[in-house]
């Protein structure tokens, strides 16, 4: 058997946007834009990638009007490591992975372009506990330093795709119609975006997986490998890590924007 596929030669997805001059919040909005087109053509047709992760994003050329091409459509084995970082809550509980996990690595994706990092994190000790209670609680924070340019439009964006209720997140065609999509928001985020990528050694790492333990989960290897942990153990790595409680994914002071999310904030 052959298979014939699309020629990619333009590169992975941040290395197209580190060779840019500038990198706008529009520019960011045209690439996701490109990606919830893919996205909903897939859904309309019962696809879900479910692997959905940067390294899977390649430009076609590197023209500056480079499609991008969604590839990988193989769950391939997830180093343990590392798919906690962009893994949707209910695979985490193990309660199903269909369009909705697709939408949820929409929403990582896009808070990654906005800033250079992901919305979730184990700390500085890099703590599967503090990072598995982050994602199911869908603790993340809009860190002033890194968004203060970044539109509130944007932020809805995210907002209503990380949602812990999986029928309560945007679908691909209602994110398509969202306005963020629209943006001419022309600050450079270049700046910011490289400067938190090149800080970070382990953001390659931590993106490399949004959903790919289906098998994991089938096989019953996720049990063992995210053990209920006491509750002692929880607070005390909250206190190493001096988590700090806010409203959940917000900045302080502000409301949830109505997702109805009002988890506890962890703030590293």
């Known amino acids: 058997m052959y298979l014939v596929t699309d020629l990619a030669t333009g590169g992975e997805l941040f290395d197209q946007i580190f060779a840019k001059g500038s990198y706008t919040e529009k520019d960011a909005a045209t690439l996701v834009t490109q990606l919830l087109s893919a996205l909903a053509y897939l859904h309309d ?5 479910r692997d959905l992760k940067p390294e899977n994003l390649l430009f076609k050329d590197r023209t500056e009007t480079s499609d991008i091409l969604i590839t990988d459509f193989g769950l391939s084995k997830v180093a343990v490591e590392n798919f906690l970082q962009t893994a949707s809550p209910e ?7 269909g369009k909705p996990v697709d939408m949820w690595a929409i929403g990582v994706i896009t808070y990654v372009l906005l800033c250079g990092y992901t919305p979730f994190w184990g700390g500085e000790q890099n703590s599967n506990v503090v990072l598995f209670k982050a994602i199911m609680e869908c603790n993340y924070v809009f860190d002033e330093e890194y968004w203060s340019h970044v539109s509130e439009a ?7 795709c990380l949602v812990l209720d999986p029928a309560k997140r945007l679908t691909a065609n209602d994110a398509l119609a969202h306005p963020w999509l629209k943006t001419d928001a022309d600050y450079d985020l270049k700046p910011v975006v490289e400067k938190n990528f090149n800080a970070k050694k382990t953001f390659r790492k931590a993106v490399l997986a949004v959903s790919g333990m289906a098998r994991m989960a089938g096989s019953g290897s996720l049990k063992n490998l995210l053990p209920t942990p006491p509750a002692e153990t929880v607070e005390q790595g909250e206190k190493e ?10 900045e302080k002071g502000k409301s949830d924007g109505g997702t109805g999310l009002s988890s506890p904030q962890v703030v590293l």
């Open 154 to 160: 944007a932020k809805d964006f995210i907002r209503k």
């Open 91 to 97: 695979i985490l509980q193990q309660t199903g992975h």
């Open 241 to 250: 890590l001096k988590v700090q409680v806010v409203t959940g994914g917000e």
């Open 45 to 49: 047709l019962d696809i879900v990638h």
